[in-house]
């Protein structure tokens, strides 16, 4: 028999072999994908709060720092901020000195008066995370 013949069977056997991916080993290769997505969402989502807190606090320091620095230049404090933490005084928007203002990602502040300035309170939306400054 000539090998370049195709009616051999054998032949046409061994070419179907060659043409690609069984149907098993398509859905094994997509179960693993699967479950790869399936195991690494709770982590980058966990690595995606962890950076909007970093954000959020980073933000929070910039305001205290620009609070203290008017309270020792000026020796007054700046309005609307009292001595208690009142309804409403938690906030989730940061507006500085500039007017640049920063919304909080993942979390809300409170300041209050002290007595030697101001202090801040960081809290986290889920309650995983806080910063005070004083």
Request: charged share 20%; net charge positive.
């Amino acid at each position: 028999m000539n090998p370049i013949d195709r009616t051999n069977r054998t032949g046409m056997q061994k070419d179907r072999k060659k043409q690609g991916f069984t149907i098993m080993e398509m859905l094994i290769v997509v179960a693993i994908i699967a479950i790869l997505v399936a195991v690494s969402i709770p982590i980058f989502n966990n690595s995606l709060h962890k950076a909007k807190v970093a954000a959020d606090k980073a933000n929070v320091r910039a305001y205290y720092a620009e609070l203290q620095l008017e309270y020792m230049t000026t020796g007054e404090y700046r309005a609307g901020i009292t001595d208690q933490i009142l309804q409403g005084s938690v906030r989730r928007k940061i507006t500085f000195t500039d007017g640049t203002t920063v919304a909080m990602q993942a979390g809300s502040y409170a300041v209050i008066r002290v007595a030697s300035g101001y202090e801040i309170t960081y809290i986290c939306d889920k309650h995983d995370c806080e910063l005070t400054l004083t």
